[in-house]
């Protein structure tokens, strides 16, 4: 028998997780695009607050701002300067100490010398390489500065320079000139394009050690010594004149003496010539720490504070076109560990899903909700309209899910016709093929079923309604807070009616200064007008056209407004605007009314102002018509305009 071994999977993602499930993300957007805001808003404010336990961009903001801070907090970036002064005033004053006692001319002239040293300390170390040191303490000191100023110095250009030269020995720098030089050739063979990754990977094993970032490929490593070399001359530029030139100086002294000057600038200018950004003038930095810090850590802290900042930047994402694909992944490894990349990748795979499950699309950069996101939206409107409805409330919610979209049984039955919905009459249809059967000689065996033999049972037709929903978008519905809550109502209704009521015909008609149609496609994206008009006249004629497309339909018409009408539509077709109302605007708003009134249109407002005016003459068109007035506080619009279009249709279906 076969051995088996089982142990946990780590060759991909999860095999048997669940789907990912992107509707719930789109449910936290739609609030805020129907309050008003773009598609791409939306999503940056749940990419901002995180999704399920995963972190948010604001929350990777904080980190990266609170390590920003403890950076400019960790030293003074003139440590070098410093450390390079005390350790060469140790060595004079421990040479002074020797020369003091002896009497001779050959002493005096010597601490004269010493004397004369230039307050420079780059000035005085190059004086100093040729002096002959009487005391063996003060030579070991000097030297020991010298060491100091070549392992800081090759650290500010190579991170982890310092800890490879740790001890002096003249065959680790050697080792050091003898990189250059390989580096200096892969370069060259690259830009010949000679190099191979073979010749990469035979490099690294024998200088690996120096590159504690373990860059794969060249690529890689240019990327990594231009970021280095981008940050020694920011380290620069954080500086006083004086101290600038003091430590470039220095620089320049060590690496004279490492005998490195050459190559390193021949370094350098091949690196610019890969890199062109790097002959730009970079920008310096402020740290205001009380440590001084070595020239290698500076500088490594220097790059840092670079990274963060452009990473600060790019999680922001406060910049035009800003996409989530333009954080670098490495920099958040290396400024907040694994856990904020895990984040990141969730954050990225969310915006990513929205589009593959087809509820957002990207036409050259701009998100648009797609029709099946509007549905979404619709429908968990609906479901809240539902959940915040009272029970008893529902007086036309009839619909049984056992009896699909028919009306009531008759106990007729007949042959089933393609696009039928009626239930199918199981003993009908298995009567039908056993008399076929029987009369084709086939009476015994199994019953074999065609399509010949299903039969369905007939149900009362069901009366269908025009629905018409005339929605206020002058700008105090805006003002008011009221928008949001009126389109979702209108995506409600519009899921309502496709669900449970596909027989009925629906239009929403937005209206300020001109009324027009509205889809439902357009309406999570819809934002109020700002112009002046409540054009209520234009409304009720849209919505007239409808009713009249539809004779045999039960009309079905609701209003939802904070303000009376204001405006007109004019014989030539301009909106006439007046305040207060025109007597014109309110004779053709009432002419309206009595037209829906004959067409048997009840009209049922929906107030969202406690205004006298408006009050006066929506009673006014109560008592010319025989619709209702409702009084809607915006919270409960939705369920307030559901359950009467409910209640409204449960009275037509029972008569």
Not at 442 to 458: I, S
Request: proline share 4%; aromatic share 6%.
């Amino acid at each position: 028998m076969a051995n088996y071994r089982y142990g946990a999977f780590d060759d991909g993602p999860d095999p048997l997780a669940p789907p990912y499930d992107a509707r719930e993300a789109l449910d936290e957007m739609g609030e805020r695009i129907l309050g008003g805001d773009n598609p791409r808003d939306a999503l940056r404010d749940v990419l901002r607050r995180g999704w399920q336990d995963r972190r948010g961009l604001d929350d990777l903001l904080r980190r990266v701002r609170e390590r920003q801070r403890e950076l400019r907090n960790r030293g003074r970036l003139d440590g070098m300067l410093e450390q390079a002064r005390e350790l060469l005033d140790e060595a004079i004053e421990t040479e002074r100490g020797e020369l003091f006692p002896d009497p001779s001319d050959d002493a005096r002239l010597r601490e004269a010398e010493l004397d004369n040293l230039p307050n420079d300390t780059s000035r005085a170390i190059r004086q100093l390489a040729e002096y002959d040191w009487q005391s063996p303490a003060a030579r070991q000191k000097f030297e020991e500065l010298r060491d100091l100023l070549r392992r800081e110095v090759l650290d500010s250009q190579f991170q982890g320079m310092k800890q490879a030269l740790a001890n002096p020995d003249p065959q680790a720098m050697q080792r050091v000139k003898d990189m250059l030089a390989d580096l200096r050739q892969m370069l060259d063979a690259d830009t010949r394009g000679e190099h191979t990754q073979e010749d990469f990977d035979q490099f690294m094993g024998q200088y690996g050690d120096m590159f504690p970032d373990s860059p794969e490929n060249l690529e890689e490593l240019v990327d990594s010594l231009a970021r280095r070399m981008q940050a020694a001359e920011r380290l620069l530029n954080s500086l006083s004149d004086e101290q600038r030139e003091e430590l470039a100086n220095l620089m320049a002294t060590a690496l004279e003496d490492a005998g490195l000057a050459s190559e390193l600038s021949a370094l350098g200018d091949a690196l610019r010539a890969r890199r062109p950004e790097l002959g730009r003038p970079q920008p310096g930095v402020r740290m205001s720490g009380g440590e001084p810090l070595g020239l290698g850590d500076a500088t490594s802290a220097v790059a840092e504070m670079a990274d963060l900042a452009d990473l600060e930047s790019a999680i922001g994402q406060e910049y035009a076109g800003a996409n989530l694909d333009d954080v670098d992944e490495e920099a958040v490894r290396r400024a907040l560990g694994r856990s904020a990349v895990d984040d990141l990748q969730a954050l990225r795979r969310l915006e990513r899903e929205l589009q593959q499950q087809g509820y957002l699309s990207n036409d050259g950069g701009n998100l648009e909700l797609t029709p099946k996101a509007v549905r979404r939206l619709g429908d968990t409107a609906l479901r809240r309209v539902f959940a915040g409805l009272e029970s008893g409330m529902r007086g036309g919610d009839h619909d049984r899910r056992d009896a699909g979209q028919s009306g009531d049984m008759t106990g007729a039955t007949r042959e089933w016709e393609f696009g039928d919905e009626q239930p199918i009459d199981v003993p009908g249809t298995v009567r039908s093929a056993l008399l076929r059967s029987a009369a084709e000689g086939n009476g015994r065996g199994r019953v074999r079923l065609t399509a010949g033999d299903f039969r369905v049972a007939e149900t009362e037709r069901r009366q269908a309604a025009a629905v018409c929903l005339l929605v206020d978008l002058s700008y105090s519905m805006a003002l008011r807070g009221t928008w949001a809550v009126a389109k979702q109502t209108a995506l409600a209704l519009y899921a309502l009616l496709r669900t449970k009521y596909p027989q009925d015909a629906i239009q929403v008609v937005g209206f300020s200064n001109y009324a027009r149609e509205l889809h439902e496609t357009e309406l999570a994206g819809l934002g109020w007008d700002m112009v002046q008009g409540t054009n209520l006249h234009h409304a009720l004629m849209i919505a007239g056209r409808h009713l009249d497309k539809h004779p045999e339909h039960e009309p079905v018409v609701l209003i939802v407004t904070d303000g009376e009408p204001t405006a007109h539509l004019m014989r030539d077709g301009r909106p006439w605007f007046d305040w207060p109302p025109a007597p014109e605007t309110i004779e053709l708003t009432l002419a309206e009314v009595d037209k829906m009134t004959r067409r048997h249109a009840a009209l049922n407002i929906f107030m969202l102002a406690d205004d006298d005016r408006l009050a006066a003459f929506v009673d006014n068109v109560a008592k010319r018509n025989g619709g209702r007035v409702l009084r809607a506080t915006p919270e409960h619009l939705g369920e307030y305009v559901v359950n009467d279009f409910l209640r409204a249709r449960g009275a037509r279906n029972r008569r």
